[in-house]
């Protein structure tokens, strides 16, 4: 059988006989079906075609994994480096042996995470290359784990997989949409790993909050004000966002502030 992965978002799917009829996460209303409809997919497909994995020092003892030429939403992995092991966070929609080769070498997986099923990617083909390291999915978006697996592991709230990283519930564009803190990042001054959760915006000093990115749909004050929450607790200087050049390299704290206070502002303009 095939493990289906969705051309678009770059989800994969259950091993099938042949593909599923819908990817349910471009059917919902924050993705999209491409117009000739839905396509699919296998890792050996993508890999003839010539994708192929890539690998950046990006800041000590945190590697940046991408694929090129981009496949689905076109997020690259973060790999956290711990002394007690390592995460692997928001894995994009291919994986080769090069990028495990390369893992293999910074020691392996502890666990796999992702900010949200956008970027669930082939995480259940990375636990498997790695002994079945867990693979933290929060209870809230347990219905979107497109690909069951014994390794796939629920929580809520908050959640440490290693000394000194936290994954933090966020909600906003999921339910349970999600962060990393990593308290060690930007030179000990802490940074967040966001995805889109909170994502970083094109001038790389803002952030903003949906609830669909590509069909503009916004997200109403009060999930606003429980995302700053979520992260209040948290000391960071550093976002990394889900893409290459999406990362607001210090005064990221006050940035995401400044940035919900911007979408709020706006929000209450036409208010009554």
Request: charged share 20%; aromatic share 10%; with cysteine.
């Amino acid at each position: 059988m095939t493990a289906w992965i969705c051309a678009t978002c770059g989800v994969q799917h259950v091993d099938t006989p042949g593909p599923p009829r819908t990817c349910p996460i471009c059917a919902d209303e924050r993705q999209w079906v491409p117009r000739d409809g839905q396509r699919w997919t296998t890792l050996e497909e993508l890999a003839a075609a010539g994708h192929r994995t890539v690998s950046r020092e990006l800041e000590p003892n945190l590697v940046g994994i991408g694929v090129e030429p981009s496949f689905g939403i076109g997020q690259r992995a973060l790999l956290v480096r711990t002394p007690a092991g390592n995460l692997l966070w928001d894995p994009p929609g291919f994986l080769d042996d090069a990028a495990i080769a390369r893992v293999r070498e910074l020691g392996g997986l502890a666990a796999v995470a992702a900010s949200h099923p956008h970027f669930y990617g082939v995480q259940v083909e990375w636990s498997h290359a790695f002994g079945g390291a867990p693979v933290l999915v929060p209870e809230a978006d347990r219905e979107w784990v497109m690909r069951p697996d014994p390794a796939v592991t629920f929580w809520a709230g908050t959640y440490s997989p290693l000394p000194g990283v936290t994954l933090v519930q966020c909600g906003g564009h999921f339910d349970g949409s999600a962060v990393v803190h990593w308290r060690d990042g930007a030179d000990g001054r802490g940074a967040l790993f966001t995805g889109d959760t909170i994502t970083v915006v094109a001038d790389r000093h803002h952030v903003s909050f949906m609830r669909s990115y590509p069909n503009l749909i916004p997200l109403p004050a009060e999930e606003i004000e429980r995302i700053l929450a979520a992260v209040a607790p948290y000391a960071y200087d550093r976002v990394y966002g889900g893409w290459w050049d999406r990362v607001i390299e210090d005064g990221a704290e006050r940035a995401v502030r400044r940035s919900a206070d911007r979408y709020l502002a706006w929000l209450r303009v036409h208010r009554p």
